[in-house]
């Protein structure tokens, strides 16, 4: 948990806007998400002990925000550097551990078509639209379905593919 907590805030002090780190940054970020690799004392419980259940809960839940926040930022920042392959990557991450979470789901839509496969953004589509459905018996929003139009723009699949650069 401290090397975890370590790596996700070695760059709090650096001279940059929080939503878009230097390339150290994003070295430390993903260090910190390999050792997040389950919930906080997942498992374990003290019975009849409910302070420390209530403890266990929210430490739990903050460590969880911040892997999220994490995975989200690095998702992002993959994504502004053109590097679709490492952007994917962090953004089936974010959604194995959030499913319904749709700006996750956007990312990846985008982060697909940026690298030209057009057929995975609209399965990552439909994908989003029966996990919302099914989970929170919602529709995706506006947002969402305006990228997935732009996507399916004729014009789009004419283009060629963007130069991907890479940060390492």
Request: proline share 5%; hydrophobic share 40%.
């Amino acid at each position: 948990t401290k090397q975890f907590l370590d790596a996700a805030r070695q760059c709090a002090d650096h001279e940059h806007p929080p939503d878009a780190p230097l390339a150290s940054c994003l070295t430390a970020m993903r260090e910190a998400i390999t050792l997040y690799t389950d919930d906080f004392l997942a498992g374990f419980s003290l019975p009849d002990c409910q302070m420390f259940d209530e403890w266990q809960f929210f430490a739990r839940e903050e460590l969880r925000a911040e892997y999220l926040r994490i995975l989200a930022l690095l998702t992002t920042s993959y994504e502004r550097l053109g590097d679709w392959e490492r952007g994917v990557e962090m953004a089936r991450l974010w959604l194995s551990r959030e499913p319904d979470h749709e700006p996750a789901h956007r990312a990846l839509i985008r982060l697909y078509a940026m690298g030209g496969h057009y057929a995975a953004a609209r399965r990552q589509y439909e994908m989003c639209r029966r996990i919302l459905a099914e989970h929170l018996g919602a529709e995706p929003d506006e947002e969402t379905e305006q990228l997935v139009r732009t996507i399916e723009a004729p014009a789009l699949h004419t283009t060629t593919r963007p130069q991907t650069r890479y940060v390492r």
